[in-house]
C-alpha cells in the first residue's frame, strides 16, 4: 500500500500501481448537467473497474448534520472520492477512474493536488477531464463535443475526432482547474466539453456524456457498450421536449391575449409596460 501524508494524517491510500505500457486518468466532479459524473460512473460499471484507493474525506470535508432512520442515529457521512482502475488483457493500457462526489470548498485546490499526486505514484501519462459547454443549442440538435489542451500539440488529436475548437473559454470548478495544475506539473492533459443546452443547465444530460464519451473511448483506444447511456439520452430528450412546451404554453397564457378580449371601449392603454418586458428575458447564461 502506497500512501500520502498531510497535516492532518494520511490523504491518499492506493493498494497496487498499474505494470501496464501507458496509463491515463480521467478525473471527475459534479459539474453543470453532471456531464462528468455520468460518464465517469458509466465508464466505471461497464468496464468493470475495480476500487484501488481513495483520498480521506476528513481533511476535505465537514459533514454538518446526520442521517437518522426510524430514530436511530446514523454515523457521519463523508463524500467519497475514490480511486478505479481497468487494463487491457495485453496490459497495452490501464485507466484510472477517480470520481469525487462533491467538490470540496474551500480546499479545491489541494485535492486537485492530491489526485496529481496519486496520478504520479500510479504512473499516470495522461490526465483527462470532461464538462459541459454551455451553449445556445436546441436539446434536438447533435451534441458537438468541445476540446481543450495542455499544449498546443496535443490540439492536433482533436482534429481526427471532430472535436471542436473554440479558442477562448472558461472552464469552472474542479474539473477545469486540474487541468490547470497538471500543467504546471508537466503532465499532458485535456479536457472534454459536451454541449448543453443553455435554458437547461439544472438538468443531467447523458447525451452530452454520450457525445464525450464517444470521442474519449476512440480517443484512448477502447470500445465501450453505450446502449444504456442511449437510452437515457433519450429518455431526457424527451423529458426536455416536455419542459420546453411547458415553458412554450406559459409564456403565451401570460404574454399574449385574445384579440376579442382585449378593451374595445376606445380607452387608451399604457404601452410597453415595465413588468411585461423584464419577464420576457429568458435563457440567460
Known amino acids: 500500500m502506497r500512501e ?19 496509463c491515463v486518468m480521467l478525473a471527475s466532479w459534479p459539474g453543470i448537467g453532471n456531464v462528468s459524473l455520468i460518464l465517469a460512473r458509466y465508464l466505471k460499471e461497464k468496464l468493470g473497474a475495480r476500487e484501488i484507493g481513495e483520498i480521506d474525506p476528513v481533511h476535505f470535508f465537514e459533514p454538518v448534520g446526520v442521517m437518522v432512520r426510524e430514530n436511530v442515529v446514523e454515523e457521519p457521512r463523508f463524500p467519497e472520492s475514490k480511486f478505479y482502475y481497468w487494463e487491457k488483457e495485453d ?5 484510472v477512474l477517480f470520481i469525487g462526489e462533491e467538490q470540496p470548498r474551500p480546499r ?7 489526485v496529481l499526486d496519486a496520478a504520479e505514484q500510479l504512473g499516470v501519462s495522461r490526465v483527462f477531464s470532461c464538462a459541459a459547454a454551455v451553449t445556445k443549442i ?4 447533435e451534441t458537438k463535443v468541445w476540446g481543450v ?4 500539440e496535443l490540439l492536433e488529436e482533436f482534429s481526427r475526432y471532430k472535436v471542436v475548437l473554440r ?6 470548478g474542479l474539473n477545469g482547474l486540474i487541468l490547470g495544475r497538471a500543467k504546471e506539473r508537466g503532465i499532458d492533459g485535456l479536457c472534454l466539453l459536451g454541449e448543453v443546452p443553455g435554458f437547461a443547465t439544472q438538468m443531467i444530460h447523458p447525451k452530452a456524456a454520450l457525445a464525450v464519451l464517444s470521442v474519449l473511448a476512440e480517443m484512448i483506444g477502447i ?3 453505450t446502449e444504456e447511456l442511449e437510452g437515457l439520452s433519450r ?3 424527451l423529458e426536455m421536449d416536455v419542459i420546453s412546451k411547458q415553458a412554450t404554453a406559459a409564456y403565451i397564457d401570460q404574454f399574449t391575449e385574445p384579440i376579442w378580449e382585449q378593451d374595445q371601449g376606445g380607452e387608451e392603454e399604457e404601452e410597453g409596460d415595465d413588468d411585461d418586458e423584464e419577464g420576457q428575458d429568458f435563457g440567460r447564461n
Open 4 to 22: 500520502r501524508k498531510g497535516q492532518k494524517g494520511v490523504l491518499i491510500s492506493l493498494t497496487e500501481t498499474p505494470q501496464v505500457d501507458t
Open 91 to 95: 496490459k497495452s493500457l490501464g485507466i
Open 108 to 114: 479545491g485546490y489541494e485535492m486537485v493536488e492530491t
Open 138 to 141: 436546441h436539446y434536438s440538435e
Open 149 to 152: 489542451a495542455t499544449r498546443t
Open 167 to 172: 479558442g477562448t473559454l472558461r472552464i469552472a
Open 223 to 225: 470500445e465501450v457498450d
Open 235 to 237: 429518455q431526457s430528450e
